[in-house]
């Protein structure tokens, strides 16, 4: 089994947390304001979570969750019921993202010979540190890495997919993974050594 598949896959724990009943699906279709109320109330804690994950700050957070609401909303009558409504949403606020870093990210093809992987996190490092931290020191990556990280540790894409996705070929996306994991490898443990410190 490939590492990417044995990470906790958080989309799918979102699906099994949050249930849409079907006729807050069908309002919001209908373009019931209520209906679209009460989604947004159901998902949007998923979905800001999701945002963070892609964004350095709140306020780009909360940027990509409004755009990606307001996607939600003109496009839920395209919703056909394949699939849960929650990946459907997902999506939309990925892509939302990715269209708002896009153009500010340049991608670095690293030199595969020079990219040392470090060791990985201990057990006791990973168990001490919340989802809080964990997010955090995501967030403190440069964007184009934390991009690659999220599509590919998180959401479970293949580096051919993050490829079509981001414009970038597939060995600057491997490359790209290569280095964020090395930097949040290096921030965790010392996150860590300062909290033993204290």
């Known amino acids: 089994m490939s590492q990417r598949r044995e990470v906790i896959n958080l989309k799918k724990i979102s699906e ?6 079907e006729d807050i699906i ?9 209906s679209q109320e009460r989604l947004y109330n159901l998902v949007a804690p998923v979905m800001y979570g999701l945002c963070l994950q892609y964004s350095g700050n709140e306020d780009d957070a909360r940027d990509i969750m409004q755009e990606g609401f307001i996607k939600v909303f003109n496009k839920i009558g395209q919703y056909t019921g394949k699939g849960s409504v929650m990946g459907w ?26 990219i040392k992987e470090s060791d990985t996190v201990d057990n006791v490092i990973i168990e001490s540190l919340t989802a809080d931290d964990i997010l955090k020191v995501i967030q403190t990556l440069s964007p184009q890495y934390r991009l690659v990280f999220n599509l590919y540790a998180i959401e479970g894409y293949s580096h051919k997919e993050i490829s ?6 597939e ?17 965790m443990k010392d996150m860590y050594s300062n909290r033993m410190k204290t």
């Open 89 to 114: 949403i997902r999506r939309i606020m990925i892509n939302t993202a990715l269209e708002k870093f896009r153009s500010q990210m340049n991608f670095y093809t690293l030199d595969e010979a020079i």
């Open 16 to 21: 099994l947390l949050v249930k849409i009943p």
């Open 171 to 187: 060995g600057t996306s491997k490359s790209n993974l290569s280095r964020a994991r090395s930097i949040l490898q290096k921030r």
């Open 164 to 169: 079509e996705l981001t414009g970038i070929s």
């Open 26 to 34: 069908k309002g919001c279709q209908d373009g019931n304001d209520r």
